[in-house]
């Protein structure tokens, strides 16, 4: 089956590099029309000279994910410059804390909250508002699979993300039949969020990934562009794990 996003739009914030940029290149190379967000103006006109064609349908729009009226200025922005939202990926995330949940400061904590969490309400609500109550939709977050279970030192990131699954199955219910909603959940990617875990022994790390790599961001691209496309339309309030079987091993639990 031949994916066409053609006449399509699509929102992806945190989409100046890493995942949120292949998903950007895949949904583009389908037909689709992208904005891409994220903090730093730099970084998108970097991400979008990495676009070579059809440059009527990229823009870009700077803001911060953790702040609900940036997210009404991507949506806005987007509304007038295509016209129409069918397709918002909620990707942009941080972790700027590493070590146990009870000693996280509160800083770190509301960041962590502000920019995982409370983001994507902020930009689903703008989105149903402008263009999708009325027309419908497509919303895909990005999760992990840290948020299907305890971790050592990423623990309240981890929580955050467990949020983003439940936050996708509670708006696939109430926005159901019109909006569709799912996540994609990755395990361990080589982008820049993650190089702290993955830069000093990767060879270790994937010799315990059931398929003996680290993830590259279009492995994560390529489902995200199914999962926003028709190929996907009886589907809803669902997670996708992509992590090469990480979480698909035995428990070390007895009988
Ligand atoms: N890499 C992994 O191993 C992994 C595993 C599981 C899940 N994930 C998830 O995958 C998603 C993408 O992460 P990635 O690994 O591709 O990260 P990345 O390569 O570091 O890219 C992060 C993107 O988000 C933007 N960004 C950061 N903070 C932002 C904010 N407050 N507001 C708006 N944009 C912001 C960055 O651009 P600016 O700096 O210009 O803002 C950048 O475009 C995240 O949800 C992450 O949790 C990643």
Avoid at 4 to 23: D, E, F, K, M, P
Wanted: charged letters at 20%.
């Amino acid at each position: 089956m031949n994916i066409s996003l053609n006449g399509r739009v699509a929102i992806i914030t945190g989409a100046s590099r890493g995942i949120g940029l292949a998903v950007a290149h895949r949904i583009h190379e389908a037909g689709g029309s992208v904005m891409l967000t994220s903090r730093k103006a730099d970084n998108l006109a970097e991400a979008l000279a990495s676009f070579s064609s059809n440059l009527d349908r990229v823009a870009t729009a700077t803001g911060h994910v953790g702040r609900s009226e940036d997210a009404q200025h991507v949506i806005d922005a987007t509304m007038e410059r295509f016209g129409r939202v069918d397709i918002l990926i909620n990707n942009a995330a941080t972790n700027p804390y590493f070590g146990p949940l009870l000693e996280i400061d509160d800083t770190r904590l509301q960041k962590t909250f502000e920019i995982n969490q409370a983001s994507i309400i902020y930009h689903c609500r703008a989105a149903y508002n402008a263009w999708m109550k009325e027309h419908g939709g497509v919303i895909l977050n990005v999760a992990s699979i840290g948020g299907l279970g305890p971790e050592p030192g990423i623990g309240w990131y981890n929580v955050t993300k467990a949020a983003v699954i439940h936050i996708t199955k509670q708006l696939a219910y109430e926005l159901a039949p019109a909006i569709r909603v799912n996540a994609v959940a990755p395990g361990l990617v080589r982008t820049e969020l993650a190089r702290g875990l993955w830069e000093n022994g990767e060879s270790e790390i994937s010799a315990h990934i059931p398929l003996r790599r680290l993830g590259e961001p279009d492995d994560i691209a390529t489902i995200c562009l199914t999962l926003v496309s028709d190929a996907s339309s009886w589907m809803t309030g669902q997670t996708v794990v992509v992590d090469g079987g990480t979480i698909n091993q035995p428990t070390g639990g007895v009988g």
